[in-house]
Nanobody
C-alpha cells in the first residue's frame, strides 16, 4: 500500500487549503485513515482521523471546527479540508493508514505513511 500526500503550499492567515492523500495498492475502505503533522522542532502530532466506513471522525482540539477529514471511495483518496488557517498550523502534514482497529490518536498504530506535504501559513 502506498500513500501520496499533496496539496500543501504557502497561504495567509484565514485562508483555506485542501490536502489530498491518494492511496494505491489497496482500498481505503479497508483502512482507517489519519492525518498527522510535524511543526519545526516539534514532535509529530495527531490532527484528524476517519474510521473505516468514514462514519466517524476524530479531531485534535486545536483543529476541531476548522478542519474536516473526508474520503472518496471512487477516487480512493482521503482529504483534509483546512479552513481559517493560523500560523501555528504551519507544519509538514502526513497521511497514514491503519488496517486494524487500534488507537486513532497514536502514531505507532498506523502501518502506512505518505511522504508529507508542507503547509506554511504566513501571518
Amino acid at each position: 500500500v502506498q500513500l501520496q500526500a499533496s496539496g500543501g503550499g504557502l497561504v495567509q492567515t484565514g485562508d483555506s487549503l485542501r490536502l489530498s492523500c491518494a492511496v494505491s495498492g489497496g482500498s481505503i475502505s479497508n483502512y482507517a485513515m489519519g492525518w498527522f503533522r510535524q511543526a519545526p522542532e516539534k514532535e509529530r502530532e495527531f490532527v484528524a482521523a476517519s474510521s473505516w466506513s468514514g462514519g466517524s471522525t476524530h479531531y485534535a482540539d486545536p483543529v476541531e471546527g476548522r478542519f474536516t477529514i473526508s474520503r472518496d471511495r471512487f477516487r480512493n483518496t482521503v482529504y483534509l479540508q483546512m479552513n481559517s488557517l493560523k500560523p501555528e498550523d504551519t507544519a509538514v502534514y502526513y497521511c497514514a493508514g491503519m488496517p486494524a482497529p487500534r488507537n486513532y490518536y497514536r502514531e505507532s498504530d498506523y502501518d502506512y505513511w505518505g511522504q508529507g506535504t508542507l503547509v506554511t501559513v504566513s501571518s
